[in-house]
């Protein structure tokens, strides 16, 4: 508008199922907070997959792990369970997902997706190189590692680890 100095706020979203939260997911979620104003990490419920933990208990061990990490910038921890994800984004003004690019495999997974929620409502997806040394860790190989009896303290934040001797 003439006259006025306009700012957007860059809203992006983080989605995932945080099945348990890693260090790979911290890393990525640090690294959005610092490009984008507000950092909207969900939950996301995906139907087609038996989770270990429930919604809830990710997202709090999210928000934990979050405070525990005191990562800079405006992050907010939710969860969403119907309907699309870019009907989330749509709701909250993001424009933008964040999504962790560890392998070809991610790459192959990833942009079909980020094509449709393009498609479907003009949101673009980011993708954020995770540091290298956190590149090979995933929320599967934690819970495996965990209902092993291993020790999965490498691989998550403190609060994941404490939690996941008592799962
Ligand atoms: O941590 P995950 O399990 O790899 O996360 C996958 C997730 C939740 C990001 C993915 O399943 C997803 O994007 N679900 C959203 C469902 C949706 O809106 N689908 C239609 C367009 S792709």
Redesign the pocket.
Known sequence: MPGTVGFMRRIAVV?????PVTLGHLDVIGRAAKIFDEVHVLV?H?PE?SPLLPVAQRAALLERSIADAALDGEIVVASWSVG???DYCTDVGASVLV?GMRSQVDIAYET??AV??RD?AGVETVFLLPDPTKSHVS?SLVRQVAALGGDVTPYVPRAVAEFMKHV
């Open positions: 989605p995932g199922s945080f099945d996301v995906n997959k699309l994800l870019v999504k079909p997706m449709v929620n479907l929320s």
